[in-house]
């Protein structure tokens, strides 16, 4: 009996301890794979970027500028096109920066440190340039082919290596999250290890996948000994059906189809055309169809001159409002000439027509143009030059021209780097609309160092033809990062003071405040958002706008609270319960993760809001319309959207999005003249994507 119950308490003291030992040694056995594999890229990389400097040998090395993009919201959304209504590939948050491939209209093309790229719009983020170096001489086609193709070769290396390293990522992700938070907190040191392996190979290979596509035009198919000319291409194709709807007063729905070709064609090392064709019928509030040509070829000399023209085409058809239909038809140029290995020359132009079926449209023709000089020294940074745009228009509003001139230095120290930027704006409008004329002076400074970036900017506007919108603002930032094995940090707060020196007008001074805070870790992750405008003139309602998402994280999950407010608050009478104020409370859950080889993403959003309306009261006889008793609304928002991409064979990948949204506003005729109830919305698309790369091709 004595002997059972010690076995008993042996089994149940020791099987635990072992379970733990056992999950500890699989983690580590996946983590020296890890490590393996890293030092592997890390090899590989560093004699890519060896063998790609001798492919210039003789060159003068040159400190060149390069254009990233720098998220500027909070979060941003990256998309895998230029439209609304394209699959989510990620989120990335404020500060970060990615190498810009590509400016089309109001999107930018970034190489996201996965080896992919994704689409942005303009108003998540801006171009910044950064010092590269880079050869601004040379002949590509001189370069021996045997080392072209030893360099394609180790590239190829490298990106099979990183995709084995993401199948071991997986693999660790997996086992280490069907742990017990005892046992992760057990395994918490091979698990920094392992992030900081992960980090690592996601840097290498970032480099790789950038200074490989900065050889463009010199990337290029492998060039074969024999003579003959060569020709390769790249790219991806895509084809996805489905249905899609939308319900308010009444059902609009449609059959979704969406096909997109994304390539480029490569005739030699200096010259590649890149090719973008996107058709898309689908519903937002009403069916359409929209079609997008863009065509851009690219061509580098042999003196370091990048030649670049463009075409576009974008058309737009509503089946229900012949007003909506549009085309719009641009040309584009660009050249970038090395004056000498600091200091480049540059020219941007880009003309664009737009016109519509039906007369009254907002039509126009218009150009736009950028055009200056960059220097780039050791330790010195500096540029100048004039952008603007010139438009014509029968839409007064539309017909106007904007002049732009800027000039900017930055200075590197040895804990990060001051800089300087100055720029003048002047826009004129035509006769019609010529009181929204106005002059714009700006002044940025900054310090930058390695956690935190400070800027104070000045900006004064005159209206000369309305001076009583004439303001001045200063506005000062700061942002704070932080960065380490358990995650990251950033805490952005800015304070903006706006001044109208006008004594007749009407218009009153304010003060802007903005937080700004985001963290991730491994277990948990916070978000806040939080802003507040204080007027100076008594009687005028202070406002208070809040928004945050916080919660747990499990591997690749999140899901947690989500809550705001939208307050406008009278200092002489604070009520909480006035027309206007509204609060809402959810659940936020997101994921983006991979099972096996398929890649997942979801997001899903449940909302409940309490917002305060005054009823309508109209007077029959005089048609007037006055403020009557409060009435409180409850509007729910529900949003769901999901996708999956599953490898069928090589090169080709089944892939299914999903997403859904019903908004219940809660609305009755005593607050509203023609009250909507509910807005649904609902899509569903499946196809297949595949990526096509031939390595030479002999005409």
Known sequence: MRKTVIAIFLYCWLTPTLLVAANQAELEDILSDIEAVRADVQKNAASFLLIAKQMNAGDVAASNTEQFVQITDVTAEVRETDLVTSPLLMEVLEGDEFPLVEQRN???RISLKNGREGWIHRENGEIIEREVNEPVSGNALSVDPRIRQMTDHLYERIQNQYHQARELF??????FGGLSSSEQTEASTVHSAYLNEKEKIETYYEYAAHYHRKLSPMRSPVLAQSGGNQIGYEGTASLRLGTSSYESMEEESTTSRNLNMN???????????NVNLNHNNDV??????????????QHQTNGGTRLQGSVLYNSFSDANFERNNFQNMGFGARVDHPLNPQTRFFGDVQADSKTYDVSGGNEFKGARFNTGLNFNGSKTRANIGVRGRIQDSEISFLDYMRIIPSAGATWLTGNGSFGIRAEAEQLTYAAEAEGNNFNRGRLDLEWAGNVRTTSLILIAKQFPNNEAFD??????????NKSSGAGLARTAFSVQYVYHPQEETQLTNYVDLRLDRSSSGKKAYFNLNLFGRYWEETGREHTVDLFSRFGFKFSQFQVGPAIGAQLLLNPDDLQIERNGNSFRAGIDGRVNTAIEKATIYGH??????????????????TGLVTEGDLETRMPTTIQFSAGVQVPLIDALDLKIDASYYNVDLDISEDISINPIQSRKGLRLLA???????????KR
């Not at 997986?170 to 086992?175: C, L």
């Not at 390539?263 to 055309?273: D, K, M, W, Y």
């Not at 937002?284 to 070829?297: A, F, G, H, K, R």
């Open 604 to 621: 899903f959003r449940y909302q409940k809001s309490l917002v305060y309306n005054s009823q309508i009261d109209i007077d029959t006889s």
């Open 471 to 480: 303001n001045y603002r200063i506005r000062l930032r700061n942002q704070w």
């Open 263 to 273: 390539g480029s064609v490569i005739f030699s090392p200096q010259t590649r055309l």
């Open 170 to 175: 997986t693999e660790f992700d997996e086992v």
């Open 106 to 108: 109001e999107w930018y």
């Open 284 to 297: 937002i509030q009403t069916p359409y169809t929209s079609n997008d040509v863009n065509l851009n070829v």
């Open 687 to 697: 196809g297949v994507s595949y990526r096509f790369n031939r390595q030479q091709f």
